[in-house]
Protein backbone atom coordinates (compact mmCIF):
# COMPACT_ATOMS: atom_id res chain seq x y z
CA UNK A 1 0.00 0.00 0.00
CA UNK A 2 1.43 3.08 -0.61
CA UNK A 3 1.30 5.96 2.00
CA UNK A 4 1.68 9.56 1.26
CA UNK A 5 4.01 11.04 4.01
CA UNK A 6 4.03 15.04 4.97
CA UNK A 7 7.30 16.46 5.57
CA UNK A 8 7.20 18.31 8.96
CA UNK A 9 10.37 20.00 9.06
CA UNK A 10 13.36 18.91 11.00
CA UNK A 11 15.06 20.25 13.75
CA UNK A 12 18.25 19.82 15.34
CA UNK A 13 18.71 21.54 19.15
CA UNK A 14 21.53 18.99 20.21
CA UNK A 15 24.91 20.57 19.72
CA UNK A 16 26.47 17.75 18.38
CA UNK A 17 27.30 17.83 14.85
CA UNK A 18 26.12 14.00 13.99
CA UNK A 19 22.98 14.25 15.66
CA UNK A 20 20.12 12.78 13.73
CA UNK A 21 17.04 15.05 13.22
CA UNK A 22 13.76 14.10 14.45
CA UNK A 23 11.74 12.13 13.05
CA UNK A 24 9.02 14.32 12.31
CA UNK A 25 6.71 12.74 9.01
CA UNK A 26 3.14 11.96 9.18
CA UNK A 27 1.04 10.26 6.58
CA UNK A 28 -1.82 11.73 5.17
CA UNK A 29 -4.57 9.37 7.45
CA UNK A 30 -2.25 11.05 10.76
CA UNK A 31 -2.66 14.63 9.44
CA UNK A 32 -6.46 14.05 8.31
CA UNK A 33 -7.55 12.60 12.04
CA UNK A 34 -5.08 15.40 13.89
CA UNK A 35 -7.13 17.83 11.71
CA UNK A 36 -10.38 16.49 12.85
CA UNK A 37 -9.58 16.03 15.96
CA UNK A 38 -8.46 19.42 16.35
CA UNK A 39 -11.63 20.68 15.04
CA UNK A 40 -13.42 18.91 17.38
CA UNK A 41 -11.46 20.95 20.64
CA UNK A 42 -9.39 17.26 21.00
CA UNK A 43 -6.14 18.78 23.28
CA UNK A 44 -2.43 18.51 21.34
CA UNK A 45 -1.62 16.04 23.81
CA UNK A 46 -4.28 13.90 23.47
CA UNK A 47 -4.10 14.15 19.45
CA UNK A 48 -0.73 13.08 19.89
CA UNK A 49 -1.36 10.27 21.89
CA UNK A 50 -4.33 9.14 19.78
CA UNK A 51 -2.28 9.34 16.02
CA UNK A 52 1.68 8.66 18.10
CA UNK A 53 3.13 11.81 17.48
CA UNK A 54 4.77 13.77 19.48
CA UNK A 55 2.30 16.65 21.06
CA UNK A 56 5.12 19.32 19.54
CA UNK A 57 4.73 17.62 15.57
CA UNK A 58 0.92 17.90 16.74
CA UNK A 59 1.26 21.68 16.83
CA UNK A 60 3.46 21.88 14.06
CA UNK A 61 1.15 20.16 11.48
CA UNK A 62 -1.63 22.41 12.83
CA UNK A 63 0.39 25.43 12.50
CA UNK A 64 1.27 24.35 8.67
CA UNK A 65 -2.63 23.29 8.19
CA UNK A 66 -3.56 26.45 9.79
CA UNK A 67 -0.95 28.44 7.29
CA UNK A 68 -2.11 26.72 3.96
CA UNK A 69 -6.05 27.72 5.09
CA UNK A 70 -6.72 23.68 5.79
CA UNK A 71 -7.43 24.47 9.25
Avoid: C, W, Y
Amino acid sequence: MLHRVIRLGHFDLSTERNAMPANREMTMRQMRQVLRLHASGTSDREIGRTVGAARSTVRDAIKRAKAAGLA
